[in-house]
């Protein structure tokens, strides 16, 4: 079945420090692809999102990346705060679909004042 | 602005139990989603709703679970005979119509324990 790749599962860094976390994904039909950040114990929620018309996407400190034609894209935050520090989920539009995401396994970013 | 809820936040039921999880979605969305998350890992897709109907089902949403929207506003999951392993955060989402609509928003879930 589709699947995403989601690296790396933990990070950390120094606050002010750039993250970067990247996922991949095999089914070429996809043209949608969100992020979404989970505080503990909270709902995931939109931060950015990308469609496969455009290879990149910025908002401020959050701009995300698409290659689609190695299949990947990736999240990328600069200047990082510590209320920065959540998990964070890629997901992407299953092919052929009513809109049912297909997520990846998350990755617990931390960011040390 | 305006969000998707959801009742119970907590459920704690005996296996074999039916347990039914509860969802306002936003008012203007027609798409609606269950997906679930066992504690620790990723969101999982269950099941989509679109015109009063099931649009598309995992493998997870076996013959055990099913959906409804009772009224113009609800829209609930049944779990018929709980197992150990529903045990899980179960997030409803909505989105709204129309082809570049393609954002979901979600609930802030239900955490199902099953004992």
């Known amino acids: 079945g589709e699947n995403v790749e989601q690296h790396p599962s933990t990070l950390s860094v120094q606050e002010g420090d750039s993250a970067v976390i990247k996922c991949t994904y095999s089914d070429s039909a996809s043209n949608y692809f969100p992020w979404y950040k989970q505080e503990l114990g909270k709902r995931p929620q939109l931060i950015i999102d990308?469609?496969?018309?455009?290879g990149e996407k910025k908002d401020q400190r959050i701009a995300v990346t698409l290659n689609k034609t190695a299949k990947h894209f990736s999240l990328h935050i600069t200047e990082t705060q510590p209320e920065d520090s959540a998990v964070y989920f890629c997901?992407?539009?299953?092919?052929?679909?009513?809109?049912?995401?297909?997520f990846g396994k998350g990755t617990k970013l931390s960011v040390k004042p | 602005e305006p969000e998707v809820t959801q009742t119970p936040s907590h459920q704690v039921t005996q296996m074999g139990q039916e347990v039914i999880l509860r969802c306002v979605p936003i008012s203007n969305h027609l798409y609606f989603y269950w997906y679930r998350q066992i504690l620790g890992q990723k969101v999982e897709f269950l099941v989509s709703?679109?015109?009063?109907?099931?649009?598309?089902k995992s493998e997870i949403f076996d013959d055990q679970f099913s959906v409804e929207r009772p009224d113009g506003s609800n829209f609930t999951l049944k779990i018929r005979s709980t197992k150990l392993e529903d045990s899980a955060m179960y997030f409803c989402?909505?989105?709204?119509?129309?082809?570049?609509?393609?954002?979901?928003?979600f609930g802030p879930g239900t955490r199902l324990l099953v004992l």
């Open positions: 997901a992407k539009l299953a092919g052929g679909s009513q809109g049912n995401l297909i």
């Open positions: 989402a909505s989105r709204a119509d129309g082809q570049g609509a393609k954002t979901q928003y």
């Open positions: 709703f679109y015109n009063n109907e099931i649009s598309e």
């Open positions: 990308i469609r496969s018309n455009v």
